[in-house]
């Protein structure tokens, strides 16, 4: 069985470096953002043995906190060694961002910090355009990069965001730079202490929700936390939709077949048949969801309708590219892909970690990064950037500008 491992300087003490990583496997645990397993997960003075199920294997490693580093182990199944170097990426990427800086990552600090969300020009009451995020338990760190970046781009309708754990001071600050904040109700949660649901399909259903009862005109779905503007994203989608499609989806570029982890997950819980279906289609990613009121309402609907017909599913990446297959969503949606200046999805076409996994099953042109825009090969700037975190470059590039 392979086995990977990393090391993680810090200088924050055992004590601060053991509390933050048992503090962020407990936080992915109470959303369910991967699947741990308590019965099998042990903690002591000096680290821990942490199982995580995912894509019906089960990943066993060890955590080793000491004074100045922390050192991880992880053994993966059989199945799983070709990931290896990514998985190794991901978590040096992940742990330096964890262990870096004196305050604390988790629970999010409430306070706004130095740098307040920059003011952005809005229409206010009977705006036409929205763009909308969900987010759960940030602090402002989180959302700035999607809030600065946003307000930069001259965008004048709502830009909402739902929030699942509200902080007040953020929420304040958010709304007096002119960010709508929205606290849902109880009785429109999906989750209860009975029965929890991951924030990754909860989200979907509070959007819905939320379009349900909103009269805009066009939307743009994103996350929030991975995400910056370039552009004005309402001014490219107007024109997107001038041809008559109702949804726009955003292309990762590669084709489901070709991308181990979705293919697999798709597998592990919609069954080998929908793998199959789908393996020839390029992947839509979920992060990037854009059209018509009515129909991102609709397609919202439809991914929780899926990840919950038989059971909780965490998928809705997974389930999102299902409904887009369906005949009607075929006839109402259009692909993006990267040679128009709307998404880049960096994690597929531009990550350096998966070029070697990527390189040949790309079936779209790459990004390039010129004069501090990420742009298509015509020289066009993408109108966003999903993902920009996994490229090093770019990443200090946009967190000295927006951060």
Not at 376 to 381: D, H, Q, S, T, Y
Request: aromatic fraction near 6%.
């Amino acid at each position: 069985m392979a086995e990977v491992r990393v090391r993680l300087d810090h200088a924050l003490g055992r004590d601060e470096a053991l509390r933050r990583v048992r503090a962020r496997v407990g936080e992915a645990a109470a959303r369910r953002t991967i699947g741990i397993l308590d019965d099998e997960t042990r903690w002591d003075a000096t680290g821990g043995d942490v199982a995580v199920r995912a894509l019906g294997q089960v990943f066993r490693g060890r955590v080793d906190v000491a004074d100045e580093a922390v050192s991880v182990r992880l053994a993966l199944p059989l199945l799983a060694r070709p990931l290896a170097p990514t998985v190794g990426a991901i978590i040096e990427q992940e742990g330096r961002g964890l262990l870096q800086g004196a305050a604390p990552a988790f629970p999010p600090a409430s306070r706004i910090g130095a740098e307040p969300p920059r003011p952005r020009r809005r229409e206010g009451a009977g705006s036409r355009d929205a763009v909308i995020g969900v987010i759960g338990g940030y602090g402002w760190p989180d959302v700035a990069m999607w809030c600065n970046s946003l307000a930069e781009t001259g965008f004048a309708g709502e830009a909402v965001l739902i929030s699942l754990d509200p902080v007040p001071e953020l929420e304040a600050a958010l709304s007096q730079a002119g960010f709508r904040v929205v606290v849902p109700a109880a009785h429109e949660r999906l989750a209860t202490p009975e029965t929890p649901v991951p924030i990754l399909v909860e989200r979907f259903a509070l959007i819905a929700s939320l379009l349900a009862r909103e009269t805009w005109r066009n939307v743009v779905l994103t996350d929030v936390k991975d995400l910056v503007f370039q552009a004005n994203p309402a001014a490219w989608l107007e024109r997107a939709l001038a041809g008559g499609a109702e949804l726009v989806a955003s292309s990762e570029g590669i084709r489901l077949g070709d991308e181990w982890w979705l293919s697999h997950l798709l597998a592990e819980e919609f069954g080998a048949a929908a793998r199959a279906r789908l393996s020839g289609r390029e992947i839509r990613n979920a992060g990037v969801i854009a059209g018509t009121r009515e129909a991102c309402r609709d397609a919202a609907a439809a991914i929780v309708a899926r990840c919950t017909r038989e059971g909780i599913k965490s998928a809705d990446q997974a389930a999102y590219n299902l409904v887009l297959a369906e005949p009607d969503w075929e006839a109402r949606a259009r692909l993006a892909r990267h040679d128009e200046p709307w998404a880049c999805q960096a994690g597929t076409t531009a990550d350096p970690r998966q070029a070697p996994l990527f390189r040949d099953a790309l079936v779209d042109v790459r990004p390039v990064f010129e004069d501090g825009l990420v742009r298509n090969p015509a020289g066009e700037p993408y109108a966003i950037v999903h993902q920009y975190d996994r490229v090093p470059d770019w990443r200090a590039h946009f967190e000295a500008r927006f951060g």
